[in-house]
């Protein structure tokens, strides 16, 4: 409705809705307040405007006035200085949204205001009737609209849930659904006031960062000493096959440590502040904070990559030569930060902000897409390589550093593959609620905790080679020190297998 005042107190009134006069209005109830379905939208659009949030609005419409509308008054706003004098918050009004959308900072917030008015005239026309509308004695606590949610009949001394308004985040973001709660006191009356606290995401999300953090601290501490080891040992530093290791274990450690810190300097801090944070502040050194953990992630995978390329060496063509291992580092730098780089300058040409941490335009398919591709060779390699080691294990003619290198890599190509599908693909998730996300996150980032883990346990704890160099190093030490600090340490009796000669020797020792 637009009301067109040539002079004060001389209107016209332009109806956008008007129910047949014939036809008795039907009744919906507005925070305890009796509506007809006539005004109902009226009225509706502008409690959903009057509970927007500050936040979202560039400034506020506040001076509003009644007008009666067919002899039921209805909320107006007033622009003096305007030629449209007053208009309504009807949210079909064209002339009613151009001024409106004024107000709202982005079309997100001013179609999250939309999205309120047509809630509220389905609640009205579809969940309202002349029997839920009324009190009963079952249903003390009739249908209501609270100006965000409507709530159907309730039964005294209960709490009535329904999914959360998008009204009551904070956020631009689809977010999981969370419920709010109404109560239905003893008395068969409904509470003023709806629980929307329990529609805040923060600890939602909050526990969930955490949780990821927590993960790969306990993941990087239990993977570090292998890569320790790795250096610390000679034969380690000298064999290409340990090197290769050795850098898939280092960059995965990498990978967390620079994870973790994008995690507690920028999203964790946006979760727990309530000013200014890093994430709004958008810096240069957080943008490249998130480049270089980019580059890590593409890193995990390009070591994987010529880990995998090494083993085809050794196993499908064993006569090739050494590959050099400059041309190997080349190769993973150049597959590290190339993608990342095209990554950083398609979201820096579409202006994203909150430091790149937050997607709305898709450009992590850039990332993503490379890690399939990647994995996708891998796994051509490894059907190669398991024709290969079939034919030679009929033979024998396998040792078994490469067996067990094998094996590893069997195991380890799906448990990435799987990280890298479930994050492209969270379709897989059965509801958008937030119990089912949560299920799916933290099932993510324990795949991607484990993932540091098995490599240092597969390639190092439980390598029989590498457990091997532990014990003579161990040895070696233990004589150092008897010989540097003239020490003597309790040795274990050699205890031989029982045999003829043993038993010939201790007879003769009679």
Not at 283 to 302: D, I, P, Q, T
Not at 387 to 410: E, H, I, Y
């Amino acid at each position: 409705m637009v009301l067109k005042c040539g002079v004060i107190f001389t209107c016209v009134v332009v109806l956008l809705l008007q129910a047949p006069e014939s036809v008795t209005a039907k009744i919906c109830i507005l925070r305890e307040r009796n509506f007809t379905s006539e005004i109902w939208d009226f009225w509706t659009g502008y409690y959903c405007y009057n509970y927007t949030p500050d936040f979202r609005l560039n400034f506020r419409y506040t001076n509003i006035t009644g007008y009666i509308l067919n002899g039921s008054q209805i909320p107006v706003a007033l622009i003096p200085d305007e030629e449209i004098q007053y208009f309504s918050f009807h949210y079909k009004d064209p002339t009613s949204l151009q001024y409106l959308r004024k107000s709202f900072q982005t079309d997100h917030f001013f179609g999250l205001w939309i999205n309120c008015c047509e809630e509220a005239s389905d609640c009205c026309e579809n969940s309202m009737t002349d029997e839920n509308v009324y009190p009963t004695e079952e249903y003390p606590c009739p249908a209501i609209w609270d100006g965000w949610t409507c709530f159907d009949p309730a039964k005294a001394g209960t709490i009535q849930k329904e999914t959360c308004s998008k009204q009551a985040y904070s956020t631009e973001s689809d977010v999981c659904e969370l419920q709010s709660e109404k109560t239905c006191f003893a008395n068969g009356t409904w509470n003023q006031t709806t629980d929307y606290g329990v529609c805040a995401i923060a600890p939602v999300l909050r526990h969930r960062h955490t949780f990821n953090v927590i993960a790969l601290a306990i993941a990087t501490v239990i993977s570090f000493p292998a890569v320790v080891i790795f250096f610390s040992l000679r034969t380690f530093r000298k064999n290409l096959r340990y090197i290769m290791h050795r850098n898939l274990i280092l960059i995965i450690v990498i990978r967390n440590l620079l994870t973790i810190m994008s995690k507690q300097i920028i999203i964790l801090d946006a979760l727990n502040s309530t000013g200014t944070t890093v994430m709004d502040e958008n810096s240069v050194a957080c943008r490249v904070l998130a480049f270089f953990e980019n580059a890590a992630k593409n890193g995990m995978f390009a070591c994987m990559l010529a880990d995998g390329f090494y083993l085809h060496k050794l196993i499908v063509r064993a006569f090739a030569n050494e590959p050099s291992l400059t041309y190997i580092y080349v190769a993973v730098s150049v597959l590290s930060f190339l993608p990342s780089l095209i990554w950083a300058i398609v979201r820096n040409d579409h202006g994203a902000k909150d430091c790149w941490m937050v997607d709305d335009t898709n450009d992590q398919w850039i990332i993503d897409g490379f890690r399939i591709a990647i994995l996708v060779i891998n796994f051509l390699l490894l059907l190669d390589i398991i024709r290969v080691m079939v034919m030679k294990l009929k033979r024998g003619s396998v040792s078994q550093q490469v067996k067990s290198t094998f094996r590893a890599t069997l195991f380890l190509i799906p448990l990435f593959g799987i990280h890298i599908v479930i994050i492209t693909n969270r379709n897989i998730v059965p509801s958008n609620t937030c119990e089912a996300q949560d299920i799916y996150y933290y099932i993510s980032y324990l795949v991607e905790g484990l993932q540091g883990i098995m490599v240092a346990l597969l390639f190092c704890y439980i390598n029989s080679e590498v457990r091997g160099e532990l014990e003579n190093a161990f040895r070696k030490f233990v004589l150092y020190l008897e010989q540097r600090f003239d020490l003597k340490f309790e040795k274990k009796e050699d205890l031989r297998r029982a045999t003829t000669a043993t038993y010939v020797e201790a007879y003769n020792r009679k």
